[in-house]
Each structure stands twice: as C-alpha cells, then as structure tokens.
C-alpha cells in the first residue's frame, strides 16, 4: 500500500510555540489526509489534501501537500493546551478505500 | 459526518475466551473498518467489512481469529477468539461515508489477563 513515515514521534513545546509533523512517502500518493487523536480519544479527521502543492489552513493550523505528493506538513502556530494529541497522517491502501497510518507525532504543550 | 457508537467501551477477559464489539452507526454506509491501536501505537487495519460480502483481512489478521459479521448497512461486529494477553489493545471501528475520509467510533478498550 501507500506507506507513509512520520516525524517526529514526539514534541513537546511551550505554549505559544509552534509545532510542525511530516509525513513522507516513497511513493506518489492519491492523497493525504491528516487526523487528530486526543489522549484516550478516538481519531478525529481533520483534513484531506488531494492537489500538488497544495495548501490548506484551519484557523492555526496550515497543511501543505508537497509537489511531487510525496510529502505532506502539518504546522500549528503558537501552540495552545487545547493543540495536545497525536496527529495522524494517513494515506489510501491499495485497495483505493482503506487508510494506512504513518505512526503519528505526540505532542505535549505546556503552559 | 458520522455518529458512531460501539460496545462495550472495555472489558476484562480471561485468556482463553472470545469477545465480540459491536458497532453501529447512525446512517447506511456500505464500508466499515475494523483497526486494532495499541498503547501508544498507531492505528492497524484489521479488515475491510463490506455489507453482503465476506470481509477482507489485512495481513496477519485471519478470520478464525477475528470473524467479522456485517448483516445490514449500519452495523458491524468484531469478535476477538482464543484471546491471549497479546490482544491487549483498542479496537475502533470506523465508516467511509463515500469521501475517502473515515469516522471513528470511540474505541472498545481490552485487557485479556
């Protein structure tokens, strides 16, 4: 399938700095879509990126899809206790429906 | 969106014996996930559970282990056989509501002792 590596494992940050995770594959990808999972929650979707470089924002938060679509960021601007979690980056399978997820970046913010 | 719900939310066992989560959802989906998370992992794919087909497991998962019903389009079970403490995990299910992207339900917490 569309594997996908993803750093760092962990980060942890002072509130009001800013955070970024990268998510690279070998190969192409369809698309990329990113997830959020707070401490003993569930995977929340937060957004998908399908064209080649392109660039989505949701109030502090920015995701980039690289040009070749084999990369992807996701960048928090000054951090918040509320931004704490792992976030997932996640491609399709081969089977075109089924996710695969890279292992995630927990990050840690203190006040 | 999606609002799913599964049960248990956890549960103890004893080695040995079988559970089985359910999952339901609120609307018709026709695909539905099954994915195992252990602690402080990311999120494996057990199988794929399409309603009036037979379920598609991912490598390493077998069915004798892990047999799967989906009889309608809102619901899914997933039972765990011959547990062992090896299948210690999270277990959530999750629907593609035809966007690619998936919704996931809480997660069935279990500890096999």
């Known amino acids: 399938g569309q594997q996908v590596m993803q750093i760092p494992q962990y980060q942890h940050v002072q509130e009001g700095e800013d955070f970024t995770t990268y998510c690279n594959s070998s190969?192409?990808?369809?698309?990329i879509q990113w997830y959020k999972q707070r401490p003993g929650g569930h995977p929340v979707f937060l957004i998908q990126?399908?064209?080649?470089?392109e660039v989505k924002k949701q109030k502090r938060l920015t995701f980039q899809f690289g040009e070749a679509k084999k990369n992807s960021s996701l960048h928090i601007t000054a951090t918040q206790t509320t931004d704490v979690g792992t976030y997932f980056c996640?491609?399709?399978?081969?089977?075109?429906?089924?996710?695969?997820f890279g292992k995630g970046t927990s990050l840690l913010v203190t006040p | 969106s999606a609002v799913i719900s599964q049960k248990p939310s956890r549960d103890i066992c004893q080695r040995g014996t079988s559970l089985t989560i359910q999952c339901q959802v609120d609307?018709?989906?026709?695909?539905m996930f099954w994915y195992r998370q252990q602690p402080g992992q990311s999120l494996t794919l057990i199988a794929t559970?399409?309603?009036?087909?037979?379920?598609?497991?991912e490598s390493g998962f077998v069915i004798d282990k892990f047999p799967i019903s989906r009889p309608n389009l809102t619901f899914s079970t997933l039972t765990v056989s011959n547990m062992s403490p090896e299948d210690s995990s999270i277990y959530l299910c999750?629907?593609?509501?035809?966007?690619?992207?998936?919704?996931f339900g809480p997660g069935t917490r279990l500890t096999v002792l």
């Open positions: 999750s629907v593609d509501k035809g966007t690619d992207t998936q919704y």
């Open positions: 190969t192409t990808l369809s698309n």
């Open positions: 990126l399908v064209k080649s470089g």
């Open positions: 996640a491609a399709l399978s081969n089977s075109g429906y089924a996710l695969n």
């Open positions: 609307s018709q989906v026709t695909m």
């Open positions: 559970a399409n309603q009036g087909s037979e379920a598609t497991y």
